[in-house]
């Protein structure tokens, strides 16, 4: 099995590679991280090997996961463009860097793919969009590029142009669920109910809601329109959302992250 390889190993690479360790073995990955005390632990915990240094995981990967922070990525580029060819394919997961960027900071002789996934990776429901000129890779390479970004969660393929809007539709989208999650908790223990219980109840009725729309197909305002009984509970709370700029202010938020993809360089 040719070998796929993480430079960095935190919150991201550490999702895909727990779900990666569902299909492969060990010995099929190898990463390099930035202290040598933390790569020796993800070892003893994953039994995934580290390279001890970036260039030398850059040298032993087939597919290279480029898992670090964008502001990171010209330090690792350096380290690295000496030893990547074209016979490797190269997985950015990195924010607002597209293909030209990655290409060109890798030297320019390489065949990059650029993804978005997100932290609900860990637990094996990440939703990643996925961008790369198809006629560049065989179709064992995009077998395996398949294989990779669905053993976490599921995968978009995704026009270029859309891959800062995808930060909006699923990389940064958790934070802002986990956010309405807790503000539901603190409005139910606000009027009573134990904590604990209101973030499960809370995290179930999403996790729920997003199934009813992945399941059923119906639009989220049919679903919303479901719940809301004339003159009864529910629509008071929606109108009291309407008045607070509930939806308004998650159109802004998803400006605020697009915009930020082009000053992460
Ligand atoms: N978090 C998220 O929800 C998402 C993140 N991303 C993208 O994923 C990438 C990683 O993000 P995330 O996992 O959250 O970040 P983390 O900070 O959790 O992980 C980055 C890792 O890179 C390591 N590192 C730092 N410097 C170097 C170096 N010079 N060489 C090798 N490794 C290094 C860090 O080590 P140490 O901790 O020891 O410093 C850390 O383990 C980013 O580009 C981000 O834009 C994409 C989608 C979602
Ligand atoms: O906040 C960030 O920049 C990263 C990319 C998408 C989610 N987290």
């Known amino acids: 099995m040719e070998k796929i390889g993480f430079i960095g190993m935190g919150n ?48 032993q990967a087939k597919y290279l996961v480029l898992a670090v922070k964008p502001q990171v990525l010209p330090r690792v580029f350096g380290e690295i463009k000496d030893v990547v060819t074209k016979d490797q394919v190269i997985i950015s997961i990195a924010a607002g860097y597209t293909i030209s ?10 065949r990059v793919v650029r993804s978005m996934p997100n932290t609900p990776a860990m637990v094996g429901e990440g939703m990643t969009g996925v961008c790369y000129d198809e006629v560049l890779f065989t179709q ?8 990779l970004f669905t053993s976490f969660g599921k995968m978009e393929l995704v026009e270029e142009r859309l891959m800062d809007v995808v930060g909006s539709a699923s990389g940064c ?7 309405f999650i807790e503000a539901l908790a603190d409005g139910c223990v606000k009027n009573g109910l134990p904590r604990q219980m209101a973030y499960r109840m809370a995290a179930q009725a999403v996790l729920g809601s997003a199934k009813m729309v992945l399941e059923t197909g119906k639009h989220p ?13 529910t629509i008071e709370g929606v109108a009291a959302l309407e008045e607070g700029g509930f939806r308004s202010s998650i159109i802004k ?13």
């Open 221 to 233: 305002g049919e679903l919303k329109d479901m719940v809301c009984s004339p003159g009864g509970t």
């Open 140 to 147: 064992e390479e995009k077998a395996l590029l398949h294989t």
């Open 253 to 265: 938020a998803c400006d605020a992250n697009y915009e930020k993809n082009k000053r992460l360089k």
């Open 101 to 110: 960027d990655l290409t060109e900071g890798l030297g320019g002789q390489v």
């Open 173 to 179: 989208s958790p934070a802002y669920v986990y956010m």
């Open 12 to 59: 991201m690479a550490t999702a895909i590679m727990k779900g990666l360790l569902k299909e492969f073995s060990p010995e099929d990955m190898i990463f390099s991280s930035a202290h040598e005390e933390k790569m020796e632990q993800v070892t003893r915990e994953t039994g995934v090997p580290h390279a001890g240094s970036n260039a030398e995981c850059a040298r």
